[in-house]
DNA sequence: TTATTATTTTAGATAAGACTAAAAATTAAT
DNA sequence: ATTAATTTTTAGTCTTATCTAAAATAATAA
């Protein structure tokens, strides 16, 4: 098995990863974790030795398949517990990621199995993120940002681009939770600001949060 | 806070510190904990510099109130984790405690206290041990070794004194759960074996199972 | 293409937690 | 009350994960 340090570099070497065909280099890998170049040149020496990661000198690290499917799994566990402390615990969705950081690291695949059964094999964590499967598996939803709709258009708020307390909060304090339905009623050409219409309410929203806001667009409209 | 290793030389001490009044001692420490004396010194003063023990060479480790209480958080932590577990997962009492063990360390006050909730604030874990409240203060049950009843007498399982897997495993096989009502049929010289009634079935049982069976006597019998 | 700058690695140090072996203190036994 | 046995502590070493400072390599600019 793997130390908290370990899954903790994994994880980001996963994440940054995922957009790029290339090598993940030392030093953002080092801005991510808020340490030290050196430190990951180390650490990643350990990683490749537990052939998580292809690494050479100079050139930056690539995840394994092995690598890549430790790492979904623990994806996995951080995003199922954000579900249970959401839907059973009444976290809000800005105080579930520090916990969920701890709880990922738990060992034991019956616990996470009977988890994933008990909030009923949900597909989405509380910020809209897929959860992997069992196999690291996990399918995308079909999103656009908030922006770019067009007058007319509506959809379902299914995710947030910057998952920031200070983001969260202000969707709490204006009511915007996952799952509402949001319709854009108009656009403001002078400051890009974007009025919407949830829950029977009429908003403007500014560019910035429009732009921090996945919507799923509903057929037919 | 505390790290991991602390934390666990801190419960360690408050268990085998609960019923005697002098000091533990290095070895016994060592002992509980499968590791050498000279790793307890070296840990006993870390804990000591933070005011969680008392000190004095040679001459072993008393818990202080701050210590106490930290100590109480952790079994508190425990205990709740394994009621989850048992009540929510689908685990059975021979499978919590080492998935427990690493449950108790997660830090977040709201994560425990919305997890009581959940719960229906219970006072035992499924070993029939009590749950310390926020305060630690907990009440032990008035309880009853099995082996100590008279013929006739009844009363509700309510807890083990071995844990081990291998004795949980064995009542589990019997059909014997915390909860279940239990009355003495008769005893048998010989082999102080023990023949009782529980949920309708006729049992013989040995000595040693009933020296490990906790039973809360029931009023008029 | 060479010099400059930025990135990455190496070397050496530190702290936590564990170990072994030896020394010191306590307890038990004669 | 000494000696012997046991317990406990100290001293020194090891591993993991971190750091700083310096060296090596790669990227960029003149």
Redo the contacts between chains.
């Keep these: 098995m793997f130390t908290l340090s370990e899954e903790n570099y994994l994880k980001t070497i996963y994440h940054l990863g995922l957009n790029s065909e290339i090598g993940v280099s030392t030093n953002e890998i080092a801005k991510k974790m808020q340490t030290k170049a050196s430190s990951v040149t180390d650490m990643i020496k350990k990683l490749s030795d537990k052939n998580l990661v292809v690494y050479k000198k100079y050139k930056g690290v690539r995840i394994t398949d092995f690598g890549r499917n430790t790492a979904a799994n623990i994806v996995r566990k951080h995003r199922l517990w954000e579900v249970f ?1 959401v839907e ?4 809000s969705w800005d ?1 579930v990621h ?2 969920a950081e ?2 990922e690291h ?3 695949p ?2 996470i199995n ?2 994933d059964a ?1 909030l009923g094999f949900p597909k989405q964590d509380p910020h809209g993120d897929p959860i992997p499967d069992k196999e690291g598996n996990y399918y995308p939803l079909e999103k656009k940002l908030l922006a770019t709709l067009g007058i007319g258009e509506k959809g379902i708020c299914v995710g947030v681009n910057d998952s920031s307390s200070s983001f969260l909060q202000f969707l709490d304090k204006q009511k915007i939770a996952l799952g509402n339905e949001i319709k854009v009623l108009g656009k403001e050409p002078f400051d890009d600001s974007i009025q919407i219409q949830i829950a029977n309410r009429e908003l403007s929203i500014s560019n910035k949060i429009a732009n921090n806001l996945y919507i799923k667009i509903l057929q037919g409209s």
């Design positions: 402390l059973k615990l009444n976290f105080e520090e916990v701890q709880l738990i060992k034991s019956k616990l009977e988890l008990l």
